[in-house]
């Protein structure tokens, strides 16, 4: 079975921190994802990365960076947390074009308060 | 502009009767579409997915239906259940995405005993 594994299941920071989310997937999947999800607005694309140290952005990147130096893992970093980053992150992966029908793996979330 | 659209009332139906979940998309021609069921406080997982070319898919109790001329998908969950119950989540993929989904924002499913 895919398994997508995410660092923190609840996170609670203070505005101004530095905060790393991290995730791990263990299918040699060469996609991953990290979106947002919030009431009523639905999943957003934060940052898709599709190879080691490749990235792209997504919908809503402002406020994120990523990193992927190892192909199996992608952390999300929020430079300077802020009270409207308040959400459930989702980290998700999947395989590349060709290979699947790019359904993606979703980790259980991380519920990130910042206050 | 590209737009995927769900039901956002939920969908309130007694055990035994047939779910039916709708799915309707424009300016968009996805090669295929995806079917998620996420519980709360969880991530989404992957149910289904249909091809362009495919009119219609089982699994089990599920069937999805997929007309790229009404733009619109339908997801069918026969002699629900209360553990049925979550919210489902339809999908686009565009090939020339590079592997990246375009997600409705779910209906929920409430399945009374």
């Known amino acids: 079975d895919v398994k997508v594994t995410q660092s923190s299941r609840y996170l609670v920071k203070r505005t101004g921190e530095k905060v790393f989310l991290e995730c791990v997937q263990d299918m040699d999947h060469e996609n991953m994802f990290w979106y947002r999800q919030d009431p009523g607005l639905g999943l957003r694309l934060i940052y898709f990365s599709y190879d080691v140290k490749m990235k792209e952005k997504g919908d809503i990147p402002e406020g994120y960076s990523v990193s992927r130096e190892k192909k199996e893992r992608f952390s999300l970093i929020l430079e300077s947390a802020s009270t409207n980053q308040t959400s459930m992150y989702l980290c998700a992966s999947s395989f590349a074009y060709g290979l699947s029908s790019y359904e993606q793996y979703f980790g259980p979330g991380t519920r990130l308060t910042v206050t | 502009s590209q737009k995927i659209e769900q039901n956002s009332e939920a969908l309130n139906i007694q055990e035994g009767k047939t779910a039916t979940l709708t799915c309707n998309y424009t300016?968009?021609?996805?090669?295929?579409l995806q079917w998620y069921r996420q519980d709360p406080g969880r991530g989404p997982v992957f149910l289904l997915l249909?091809?362009?070319?495919?009119k219609e898919k089982r699994k089990e109790r599920l069937k999805v239906t997929f007309d790229t001329t009404l733009k619109q998908s339908l997801f069918h969950i026969t002699a629900s259940q209360p553990a049925d119950s979550a919210t489902y989540l339809c999908?686009?993929?565009?090939?020339?995405?590079?592997?990246?989904?375009?997600f409705g924002q779910g209906t929920t499913l409430q399945v009374k005993p």
């Open positions: 300016n968009y021609s996805p090669a295929y």
């Open positions: 999908a686009l993929v565009n090939l020339s995405n590079t592997g990246k989904l375009i």
């Open positions: 249909i091809r362009e070319n495919e």
